[in-house]
């Protein structure tokens, strides 16, 4: 089946510490993106990626840092730098940068 | 920058009813696509219908359909003979035709509770 994947599905972490999320699609598209989501908000844009080797900063990239050595994949790392990371995280892909995106399933994040 | 605002925090309506969810957005650009998201508790993400900016005729997906207006800035959804299986977040959004920084434009979204 095609689709995205994101792993794992809860992380916990403790304050000081850099954690690395998950992101991998089959779907052989070129734009890959990360979002966060906060209670009551909708989503904001993290960091996305036209095509591989390739990555942008979006709105609020400040405490996160992302790669994209393949094009199947797009891993996020949130920096012990990110002042509030406790969220939730949804990676999303798209055919081209300006098309239908496609989410995956998400990664709750916790600092204790 | 675009903004996308969506005034109902929670509605609720009964099975098989049929509702309306608003959505307002505000742009300079002329190219772009809106988009309805479904977020039902399992929090995933699901693309319900699409509209492009330089279509004048409604999008429609099976229940679902929209009421563009384009001069107004107004995008909203609406949801035929509503199912127990509504029930969850949805989110408008806006998207540039160029693509690029902004990516999507989320509202905060309506949490839309469908009762038996």
């Known amino acids: 089946d095609g689709g995205i994947t994101q792993s794992p599905k809860y992380l916990f972490r403790k304050e000081g510490q850099n954690v690395t999320l998950s992101c991998e699609q089959n779907?052989?598209?070129?734009?890959m993106y990360w979002y966060r989501q906060d209670p009551g908000q909708g989503l904001r844009l993290i960091y996305y990626?036209?095509?591989?080797?390739?990555?942008q900063k979006g709105d609020i990239a400040e405490g996160y840092s992302v790669s994209r050595e393949k094009k199947e994949s797009f891993p996020l790392t949130v920096t012990s730098a990110q002042k509030n990371p406790t969220a939730f995280y949804l990676c999303?892909?798209?055919?081209?940068?300006?098309?239908?995106?496609?989410f995956g399933p998400g990664t709750r994040l916790t600092v204790l | 920058a675009q903004t996308v605002t969506q005034s109902q925090p929670e509605m609720s309506v009964q099975e098989a009813e049929t509702v309306t969810l608003s959505c307002t957005y505000d742009t300079s650009e002329n190219n772009y696509y809106l988009f309805w998201y479904k977020q039902p508790p399992s929090r995933q993400m699901i693309l319900v219908i699409r509209q492009e900016a330089y279509k004048q005729q409604n999008a429609t997906e099976n229940r679902f359909s929209v009421n563009f207006q384009k001069a107004a800035k107004s995008f909203s959804l609406k949801i035929s003979d509503s199912q127990l299986g509504d029930t969850a977040m949805y989110f408008c959004?806006?998207?540039?035709?160029?693509?690029?920084?902004?990516?999507?434009?989320f509202g905060k979204g309506t949490h839309l509770i469908i009762q038996p």
């Open positions: 779907l052989n598209h070129d734009a």
């Open positions: 999303a892909s798209s055919r081209g940068i300006a098309d239908t995106q496609y």
């Open positions: 959004a806006f998207m540039y035709s160029g693509g690029g920084a902004d990516g999507l434009t």
């Open positions: 990626s036209q095509i591989v080797n390739d990555f």
